[in-house]
């Protein structure tokens, strides 16, 4: 491969409701809506943007595992276990459905929690040494 692949531009979550959705994610999770029409929104959130697609009811990102589990398909970092139990402690106020804060046997500690569409996502308390070389190093 001559170039290599340096970022994530976009992810594309499934939403019933493009207006709803939009709103949810700027007042549950800090979200910017940098645009919006009947068909999707742009949501700008850990510096990244997100494309909430109108999709047919009942569609989601997640995922079942080999062992019949249902997986989330990404993971938001946070630095370090007190961010993490202060992130879980502001979604669980805000009613956000969340799960409890759990010891996978890796470093760190995860979450997970949904949207108003069932999309799961994770939150770990590791920030990746990348992010932070690049950008906590200063």
Same mark, same amino acid.
């Given at each position: 491969?001559?170039g290599?692949l340096?970022?994530?531009?976009t992810?594309?979550?499934?939403?019933?409701?493009?207006?709803?959705?939009?709103?949810?994610?700027a007042?549950?999770?800090?979200?910017?809506?940098?645009y919006?029409d009947?068909?999707?929104a742009?949501?700008n959130?850990?510096?990244?943007s997100?494309f909430l697609v109108?999709a047919?009811?009942?569609?989601?990102?997640?995922?079942?595992?080999?062992h019949?589990?249902e997986r989330?398909?990404?993971?938001f970092?946070?630095?370090g276990?007190?961010?993490?139990?202060?992130v879980?402690?502001?979604? $669980?106020v805000?009613?956000?459905h969340?799960?409890d804060?759990?010891?996978?046997?890796h470093?760190? $500690?995860n979450?997970?929690?949904d949207?108003p569409d069932?999309n799961?996502?994770?939150?770990?308390?590791?920030?990746?040494?990348?992010y932070k070389?690049?950008?906590?190093?200063?």
């Open positions: 491969m001559s290599k340096l970022r994530v531009g992810v594309y979550i499934p939403v019933t409701d493009v207006e709803q959705s939009a709103g949810w994610y007042d549950h999770l800090g979200a910017e809506v940098s919006r009947e068909d999707k742009i949501v959130l850990a510096d990244q997100f109108k047919a009811e009942g569609e989601c990102s997640n995922f079942i595992d080999i019949g589990k989330f398909s990404l993971t970092e946070v630095n276990l007190e961010a993490l139990e202060s879980h402690e502001e979604f $669980r805000k009613g956000i969340v799960g804060i759990e010891d996978r046997g470093a760190g $500690r979450f997970v929690f949207d069932g799961r996502f994770d939150v770990w308390s590791e920030l990746s040494p990348a070389e690049k950008f906590l190093s200063h």
